[in-house]
């Protein structure tokens, strides 16, 4: 059974910065792609950064230069390292697999970046 869990969501200052973990279970972590997704109130999920099972990461423009993905296959944990945050950063922060042909996602975290 394929479970993410997601923490480290809270509440930041804009500038500020948070770190969130996506802990995977059920299925070869490190032989898939993960990817953090957010969604804000009355917005589409939209994605944020994406990491190969080889290590290769892109970004949606919005996050690039201030957002870090990374992996830690020993761990079957996926993090987002999220630097110099925005007002437009606040979200639901999503962790997401696609496992044998079926999208998972976590519960998912809250960000909240407000001064």
């Known amino acids: 059974q394929v479970q993410l869990v997601e923490s480290g969501g809270g509440l930041a200052q804009p500038g500020g910065s948070l770190r969130l973990s996506c802990a995977a279970s059920g299925f070869p972590f490190n032989t898939y792609a993960m990817g953090w997704y957010r969604q804000a109130p009355g917005k589409q999920r939209d994605l944020v950064a994406r990491?190969?099972?080889?290590?290769?990461?892109n970004y949606a423009d919005s996050v690039k230069g201030r957002f870090t993905i990374s992996r830690d296959n020993a761990k079957n944990t996926v993090y987002l390292q999220m630097n110099s945050l925005k007002l437009e950063d606040t979200a639901v922060y999503y962790c997401n697999a696609a496992v044998w042909a079926t999208n998972y996602w976590g519960q998912g975290t809250q960000v909240t970046v407000s001064s």
């Open positions: 990491i190969s099972n080889g290590g290769s990461a």
